[in-house]
């Protein structure tokens, strides 16, 4: 049983920043990638950001050049730092995990969510 759990939503004014933050416990053998998706109301999920086992990191190009993904050192936590946030930016932002549990079996996982309001 793998769980992720999301912290740091909340409300901000336009121009302000967040950092997100997200723990990842349960039984890994080896994770994959860790990343971000966000859906605001009437849309679909979408990516984020990503940091693959490796280290490189991947962004929708709408959060470029604003919003930083990092993890922990042990790859149990992962991080978004979004600076120069604009309502657009407003969703339900969802930590990701792709990991295998055993040598053979990997899987998908998904925290909760955490709301990220930007309104003046």
């Known amino acids: 049983q793998v769980h992720l759990a999301e912290s740091g939503g909340g409300l901000v004014r336009p121009g302000g920043s967040l950092t997100l933050s997200c723990t990842v416990s349960?039984?890994?053998?080896?994770?994959?990638?860790l990343g971000w998706y966000r859906q605001a109301p009437g849309n679909q999920r979408e990516l984020v950001a990503t940091?693959?086992?490796?280290?490189?990191?991947n962004y929708a190009d709408s959060v470029k050049g604003r919003f930083t993904i990092s993890r922990a050192d042990t790859k149990e936590a992962v991080y978004l730092q979004m600076n120069s946030l604009n309502p657009e930016d407003t969703a339900v932002y969802y930590c990701?995990?792709?990991?295998?549990?055993?040598?053979?079996?990997?899987?998908?996982?998904w925290g909760q969510g955490t709301q990220v309001t930007v309104a003046s």
């Open positions: 990701y995990a792709a990991a295998y549990t055993t040598p053979r079996t990997w899987d998908n996982y």
């Open positions: 349960g039984s890994i053998f080896s994770m994959v990638s």
């Open positions: 940091i693959n086992n490796g280290g490189a990191t």
